[in-house]
């Protein structure tokens, strides 16, 4: 089965993720494996207080069961039994001068119904126009070796998705968003506005994409960490730092489907939750100082940029 090969790839990438963290850490994620009570479970694997991360979580989950009334009709297919496999990931440096960042890849089932979703996104707090440059095109890469149609209309989807519509701005400088691959074109219409690939009629292929965009995670993000993590740090650098952190907490416990959907189907809170940073702080009416550089990554961010197709 399809969804069993999936648990399987996102399994490894698991491994994988966590292997490649602990060498540019020097700590040891911890692992707690769960059970759900309606069915299935996963692995945890978090790591706290590192020599780079302050906290990075890195979760596997695949689960099984049935749809509440409410969960069922947000999601295409018909009938309640659903099961959904993935791994979701959310790593805050310890340093501002080296960016937030978040990735899942999923595979659900309701019914005779399938799809993939997923996708990865940047939180810089210091822009720098080389790194963003990077992350978009590595992942653009990954994504033309199954259509280069995916990328522009990805990028797209991530820029509409992660926005934090009550601040009117984007959460960083986005990646990829993509959700209901496979599932029909009318469950895909929402954001993404471009008729769909012939991909998307091809469970196959549409699964070799999920492995080349996951595969593409580490290269993405790592030669960024190891560009900024021995950066000097200010307080006022830190300051700025966990003010925006407050900006990525609100997304996520008002916008984010993974924590939606985890909470609706009785998931493992702890799990669902590991992607809120360890220290955060809200300031009223806080507004970076006209010609700062954080004022400058702000309308960097605001800006929208198309970051594969800019610079060197």
Aim: hydrophobic share 35%; proline share 6%.
């Amino acid at each position: 089965m399809l969804i069993e090969r999936a648990a399987e790839y996102f399994r490894d990438l698991q491994d994988r993720i966590v292997a490649g963290l602990e060498r540019i850490d020097g700590s040891r994620f911890r692992e707690d494996r769960w059970d759900r009570p309606g069915g299935g479970g996963g692995r945890t694997r978090v790591l706290v207080d590192g020599g780079v991360f302050e906290k990075a979580g890195v979760n596997f989950s695949d689960v099984h069961g049935e749809f509440g009334k409410e969960m069922a009709g947000a999601l295409p297919g018909s009938g309640t039994s659903f099961r959904a496999t993935g791994i979701s990931l959310v790593l805050h440096p310890r340093n501002p001068h080296v960016p937030t960042v978040h990735a899942n890849f999923r595979r659900l089932e309701r019914g005779d119904t399938g799809w993939f979703g997923g996708g990865a996104d940047l939180t810089p707090y210091y822009l720098r126009a080389e790194d963003a440059v990077h992350f978009h095109r590595t992942l653009k890469a990954a994504c033309d070796g199954a259509d280069q149609g995916f990328y522009p209309r990805f990028k797209k989807w991530c820029d509409q998705y992660f926005f934090i519509t009550h601040r009117n701005e984007p959460r960083g400088v986005g990646g990829l968003f993509f959700d209901y691959l496979g599932a029909g074109a009318e469950a895909t219409a929402g954001a993404a506005s471009t008729p769909p690939s012939p991909v998307e009629a091809d469970a196959e292929r549409l699964f070799d994409f999920v492995r080349q965009a996951g595969d593409a995670f580490l290269p993405a993000y790592l030669p960024i960490v190891e560009r900024r993590r021995q950066e000097p740090v200010t307080d006022e650098q830190r300051r700025w730092q966990l003010i925006r952190r407050g900006r990525y907490v609100e997304f996520n416990l008002i916008y984010d489907r993974g924590t939606i959907f985890g909470l609706r189907t009785d998931g493992r809170v702890e799990s669902i939750l590991m992607s809120l940073p360890p220290e955060v702080r809200w300031e009223y009416c806080h507004e970076p100082a006209a010609g700062s550089p954080e004022a400058e990554t702000l309308a960097a961010i605001r800006g929208r940029l198309d970051w594969a197709n800019r610079g060197p």
